[in-house]
Nanobody, 125 residues
Framework: QVEVVESGGDLVQAGGSLRLSCTIS????????MGWFRQAPGREREGLSC???????AYEQSVKDRFTISRAYSKNTLYLRMDSLKPEDTAMYFC???????????????????WGQGTQVTVSS
């Protein structure tokens, strides 16, 4: 059984930084594409960043220069480092993993099968 658990969300001032963590158990960590998504109230869930089994990464344009995805194999943990946070970054942040073993990762929700419950990030102005 695959389990995905996010943590690290918090209230932070604009311009600040946070690091989100996501532990994924029940699959061979590193063989599967993984990604970070967010959903703000009244808006659709959007893909932010992903990493494939080879370590190649992709970013949504609005976060490309501020967010960094990484992973620690020894801890089965995916990270999202977020810098220069803005009030518009306020949202629930989700981590996801692909059930299939593929070569690439995508920022599309439909590419992922396992999801966590989310962690709240609030950025005050």
């Amino acid at each position: 059984q695959v389990e995905v658990v996010e943590s690290g969300g918090d209230l932070v001032q604009a311009g600040g930084s946070l690091r989100l963590s996501c532990t994924i158990s029940g699959l061979t960590f590193g063989d599967h594409a993984m990604g970070w998504f967010r959903q703000a109230p009244g808006r659709e869930r959007e893909g932010l960043s992903c990493i494939d089994r080879r370590g190649h990464t992709a970013y949504e344009q609005s976060v490309k220069d501020r967010f960094t995805i990484s992973r620690a194999y020894s801890k089965n943990t995916l990270y999202l480092r977020m810098d220069s946070l803005k009030p518009e970054d306020t949202a629930m942040y989700f981590c996801a993993a692909d059930r299939e073993i593929t070569s690439n990762c995508l920022l599309s929700q439909s590419s992922y099968d396992y999801w966590g419950q989310g962690t709240q990030v609030t950025v005050s102005s």
